[in-house]
């Protein structure tokens, strides 16, 4: 990995630990040409020629390069995973959603 791009994986991960970026992800990513707003990752405009993924959570609207995007959603999902091993040990044990069928249930006889 760059220079460059060690730095603007920095300056994600401090955006989000700030509550600047989502550590949420969201139901849906929409992609477009550029609208010349700033990026929420990187703070530099988004030109029209360039991709923007831009995606609503709650009523915040986050607007990102293409290359932002690319360092935000892994790390949010590595987040996200650690969120959810957290609550699981926790908790005791598997989330109901993962645990396994019983036999009957399984197999359905006609």
Do not use: N
Not at 60 to 76: F, K, M, N, S
């Amino acid at each position: 990995m760059s220079t460059l791009q060690t730095t603007l994986a920095s300056v994600i991960r401090a955006r989000i630990d700030e509550g600047r970026l989502p550590a949420d992800a969201p139901e849906k990513v929409w992609g477009s040409y550029g609208s010349f707003l700033p990026c929420d990752g990187c703070g530099d405009k988004i030109l029209l020629s360039q991709i923007e993924y831009s995606f609503t959570i709650g009523h915040r609207t986050v607007r990102l390069h293409a290359h932002c995007y690319g360092h935000w959603r892994p790390e949010q999902q590595r987040r996200a995973a650690g969120r959810l091993t957290r609550a699981i040990l926790e908790g005791g044990g598997r989330p109901a959603s993962t645990a396994p069928l019983e036999p009957s249930e399984s197999r359905r006889r006609p």
